[in-house]
T-cell receptor
Framework: EAGVAQSPRYKIIEKRQSVAFWCNPISGHATLYWYQQILGQGPKLLIQFQNNGVVDDSQLPKDRFSAERLKGVDSTLKIQPAKLEDSAVYLC?????????????FGPGTRLTVL | GENVEQHPSTLSVQEGDSAVIKCTYSDSASNYFPWYKQELGKGPQLIIDIRSNVGEKKDQRIAVTLNKTAKHFSLHITETQPEDSAVYFCAASKAQKLVFGTGTRLLVSP
């Protein structure tokens, strides 16, 4: 079974530029998550999708971050404009989305450096 | 909201020794507690998990215990090997929302 795919793996941009990350979840997984992991910390949830609807985006900085999951499969996370403090690893995870089957599987992440 | 504390932040052991990592959580409604291993440059990988209706679970050299009354859970690794060296994260979940601890860097020396 293929895992969660993310691209790109690395991205370096200057502050105030924009950037987008892509995620393809495990086939059949209804729930998709985006996390931000700052160096030395645990992952922090940014947004959770159930199929193509947003379940929780309470910790997403909506003035600069946006995410979509068209057709309930792939997802993109965008930052515009980027700030220095956005430097982090952005992780995508997916789960079946069923009660009692909430194990989340993570992709390799995209390491973003904002200069 | 949920808050998860994890200790220690770093742990150094000799190969063959046991390692124990402890976590506490604040929300008594949390009902799922996974442990993830993260190697350098990779995403977190699930190694074991436990649900609130179970007190202990074991998988080969890895075991997890849960004390719901005290709201704490622990990861136990026996007969550690150099390839166990990584950062380990605990997490607590309610309604499919994971809150992670701050991580423990485990170093196993040959």
């Amino acid at each position: 079974e293929a895992g969660v795919a993310q691209s790109p793996r690395y991205k370096i941009i200057e502050k105030r530029q924009s950037v987008a990350f892509w995620c393809n979840p495990i086939s059949g997984h209804a729930t998709l998550y985006w996390y931000q992991q700052i160096l030395g910390q645990g992952p922090k949830l940014l947004i959770q999708f159930q199929n193509n609807g947003v379940v929780d985006d309470s910790q997403l900085p909506k003035d600069r971050f946006s995410a979509e999951r068209l057709k309930g499969v792939d997802s993109t996370l965008k930052i515009q404009p980027a700030k220095l403090e956005d430097s982090a690893v952005y992780l995508c995870a997916s789960s079946l989305g069923l009660a009692g089957a909430d194990t989340q599987y993570f992709g390799p992440g995209t390491r973003l450096t904002v200069l | 909201g949920e808050n998860v504390e994890q200790h220690p932040s770093t742990l150094s052991v000799q190969e063959g020794d046991s390692a124990v990592i402890k976590c506490t959580y604040s929300d008594s409604a949390s009902n799922y507690f996974p442990w993830y291993k993260q190697e350098l440059g990779k995403g977190p990988q699930l190694i074991i998990d436990i649900r609130s209706n179970v007190g202990e679970k074991k998988d080969q050299r890895i075991a997890v215990t849960l004390n719901k009354t005290a709201k704490h859970f622990s990861l136990h690794i026996t007969e550690t090997q150099p390839e166990d060296s990584a950062v380990y994260f605990c997490a607590a979940s309610k309604a499919q929302k994971l809150v992670f601890g701050t991580g423990t860097r485990l170093l196993v020396s040959p």
